[in-house]
């Protein structure tokens, strides 16, 4: 079922990269790479979301059995692991869930970058789905192959043209899950600061080293500042968090959350009067958030003054 679905399938994007291939085309990835050094758990029943998550896990930190990932990822009722309960697990273990674009090239470039990527394939047809996912860990673009750890076969050895069309009936769907200070390279620098904000809802250490991480990659994101300066404010540092929201305010002027926070993190080390010229340029600004400010600067006349 699945060689007589091939043709009815768009042309592969890999095709793209291989005319890319030729002296003095534009490639910015190597030709062929492989994780040599990424674990292989066997994908028994009921194992193939934990055990591709847990390989993918401990190839960017400590090593994870897949057991211990099942109660929360495998949903009995579907008979497998759902995409929101794969990327969900690997925040919970403190690593930076993201969800990939939709291409080969994505892919690639993050295994040339060393992260495994975690994909969902279609080994049936449409109408008859056989729902899988593997890991990534290797391509040669030349040799037409893409390398993964694949059910019961580590280093399962593909066609890039074969892997592509499982794939697109799996929706072109892949994510990584990496160390929060390391970001993947493909994504948007607005996609990360999203997966930043939802690994601070559950492991808020993490997010910071990831914040940190992408405002140093990008020092113009607004919203890596922001992340930076919320999460060191909630960790009890607000030196580092006064330094975070400065500079968001520098960059965006106009949005008067990043004032209110500055202020909030100035009264916390005690700096008073700094404190009530970010709240006063907040409260100029207004907006949907203006009782808040107002809340602000009644704390800050509150606070015991400086002699």
């Known amino acids: 079922m699945l060689l007589a679905g091939l043709s009815a399938c768009a042309t592969p ?54 057991d211990s990932l099942r109660a929360t990822v495998f949903v009995p009722g579907r008979g497998g692991s759902l995409a929101p309960e794969m990327l969900a697990a690997a925040r919970r273990q403190g690593r930076l869930a993201v969800q990939l674009a939709p291409t080969i090239e994505a892919v690639l470039r993050e295994v040339d970058a060393g992260n495994p990527v975690i994909v969902l394939q279609n080994l049936g047809l449409p109408i008859f789905p056989v729902w899988h996912y593997a890991l990534v860990i290797g391509y040669d673009i ?111 002027p106009q949005r008067a959350d990043s004032w209110n926070n500055l202020a909030t993190a100035l009264l916390a080390q005690g700096s008073i009067t700094a404190a009530r010229a970010a709240i006063e340029r907040a409260l100029a600004l207004g907006g949907a958030h203006r009782n808040l400010y107002e809340q602000t600067a009644a704390e800050i006349e509150r606070a015991p003054q400086s002699p």
């Open 13 to 66: 994007q890999s095709d793209a990269l291989r005319s890319a291939l030729p002296p003095g085309a534009e490639l910015d990835i190597r030709g062929a790479h492989e994780l040599e050094q990424v674990p292989f758990y066997a994908q028994e029943r009921d194992q193939c979301g934990p055990a591709t998550l847990a390989m993918a896990l401990s190839a960017s930190g400590p090593q994870v059995d897949p």
């Open 142 to 252: 030349g040799q037409d192959r893409i390398v993964l750890h694949s059910g019961p076969e580590p280093r399962l050895q593909l066609s890039l043209e074969l892997f592509e069309r499982t794939w697109a009936r799996g929706g072109n769907w892949a994510m990584v899950a990496v160390a929060p200070q390391s970001p993947p390279l493909s994504p948007t620098i607005d996609a990360l600061v999203e997966a930043a904000a939802a690994l601070e809802r559950v492991d808020v250490r993490s997010a910071r080293l990831a914040y940190g991480a992408l405002a140093q990659r990008a020092p113009g994101s607004f919203g890596a500042w922001m992340g930076l300066g919320n999460s060191a404010y909630t960790l009890g540092d607000p030196a580092t968090a006064v330094t975070a929201f400065a500079r968001a305010s520098e960059l965006q």
